[in-house]
C-alpha cells in the first residue's frame, strides 16, 4: 500500500506519509500513522509505483510537505492546512441538479428492471443512482460512513438477461447472484458514477472543485507560475535544468479556479481556521530536494 513516500538526504533515509510531513525512519511508524490518523483517505494510497520519466516533485508552498502525486497533494491541503474542501469539506446539503420523481423498488416485488441500487445503510432500494444519492444525502448524511462529502458509496445489481423472470429483489441480493453486485460511488453533483472511491474522488476534483492548483517556480529569482503540471515542466526545462543541480521541483499552492494566477499575492481562500495562507513566502529554503527512494 503506497501510504507513504522515502526520502533520502544527507545519506539519511526517512520515510514521510503521503498526506501530511509526519516523517519517522521506521516505515512501519508512518504506515500506522496513516491508518489511524487519515483513515478516510487510505483508498487514495491505492495507486502505482513511483513513475519514471519526468518525475516532478511537488512542495507545499506552506509547509514541509513534499509528493510527486497531485491527488496526495489535493488531499493534503484538506486534512492539514483545511482550505481545499476536496472529500470530507464538500459536503453538500443536496444532490444537484435535484433528481426527478424516484422509484421505489419492493424487496419482495418481483424484479421489473435490469439496474439498482441499495443503500448500505439501510437497505431502501430504488432504480436510479441519483435517487440514491439523494437518500444517503437527505437520510443519512454526515453521520453514515457511505457519504462522503462528494459522493456516496451504494450497491449497485446489474442483471444479465439471462436472469428467470419472477425474481425478487430480495433474492438478488443474496449470495447466489454475488457476481452480479459491485460497490458503486456516485458523485452528489452530477450523474457520474465510479466504481472505486479513488475514480469518485478524481472526478470530483477535476469536474467540480472550484479551485486551482498553482505551480511556482523555486529557482532562484524565479517566480513564474503556471496551473497546468507540462507548462511547468516545459518552463523548469527550458529555464533550469542546466542550472541547477536538484531534481525538478516547485512549489504548490491552491487557489480559485477564477483568480488569476499572474498577478496573485496571496491566497484566495481561508482554511477552515479562518487563517489566510500566504502565496508569497517561498519555500526554497525549506525544501532540500530529496533522492526518492520511491513509494512503499
Not at 501510504?3 to 539519511?12: A, F, I, M, P, R
Not at 497533494?73 to 420523481?101: D, K, T
Not at 472543485?209 to 529569482?221: G, P, S
Not at 513564474?224 to 504548490?252: A, G, L, P, T, W
Request: proline residues 3%; aromatic residues 10%; contains cysteine.
Amino acid at each position: 500500500m503506497n501510504v507513504l513516500l522515502g526520502l533520502k538526504t544527507d545519506n539519511h533515509l526517512s520515510f514521510q506519509c503521503a498526506f501530511c510531513p509526519f516523517t519517522d525512519a521506521v516505515i512501519k511508524s508512518v504506515s500506522d500513522h496513516v491508518c489511524s490518523e487519515h483513515s478516510d483517505y487510505v483508498f487514495a494510497t491505492a495507486k502505482a509505483p513511483m513513475p519514471s520519466g519526468d518525475v516532478l516533485y511537488l512542495c507545499c508552498r506552506h509547509c514541509d510537505f513534499i509528493s510527486h502525486d497531485k491527488l496526495s497533494m489535493w488531499i493534503h491541503f484538506e486534512i492539514y492546512h483545511g482550505i481545499a474542501h476536496v472529500l470530507l469539506g464538500s459536503a453538500v446539503a443536496q444532490v444537484n441538479p435535484p433528481p426527478s420523481r424516484r422509484v421505489v423498488l419492493k424487496s419482495e416485488a418481483p424484479s421489473l428492471v435490469s439496474t439498482f441500487f441499495q443503500c448500505l445503510d439501510c437497505g431502501f432500494l430504488v432504480a436510479e443512482d441519483r435517487h440514491m444519492a439523494e437518500h444517503i444525502v437527505k437520510d443519512h448524511g454526515g453521520t453514515s460512513p457511505n457519504c462522503h462529502g462528494c459522493f456516496c458509496k451504494a450497491r449497485v445489481v446489474s442483471l444479465p438477461k439471462s436472469i428467470p423472470t419472477g425474481v425478487t429483489y430480495r433474492e438478488l441480493l443474496g449470495n447466489k447472484y454475488a457476481e452480479f453486485q459491485n460497490d458503486v460511488f456516485v458523485c452528489i453533483q452530477c450523474s457520474y458514477r465510479a466504481y472505486t472511491a479513488l475514480l469518485a474522488i478524481t472526478h470530483h476534483i477535476f469536474s467540480h472543485l472550484k479551485m486551482q492548483m498553482v505551480f511556482v517556480c523555486n529557482a532562484e529569482d524565479c517566480e513564474h507560475r503556471e496551473n497546468d503540471q507540462v507548462s511547468y515542466i516545459k518552463h523548469f526545462k527550458s529555464h533550469h535544468m542546466s542550472q541547477i543541480d536538484v531534481k525538478m521541483q516547485c512549489s504548490v499552492t491552491v487557489v480559485s479556479a477564477s483568480d488569476n494566477i499572474a498577478s496573485l499575492k496571496e491566497c484566495a481562500f481561508e482554511n477552515r481556521k479562518g487563517a489566510v495562507l500566504c502565496f508569497s513566502t517561498k519555500r526554497t529554503a525549506t525544501h532540500k530536494m530529496y533522492e526518492s527512494s520511491g513509494r512503499r
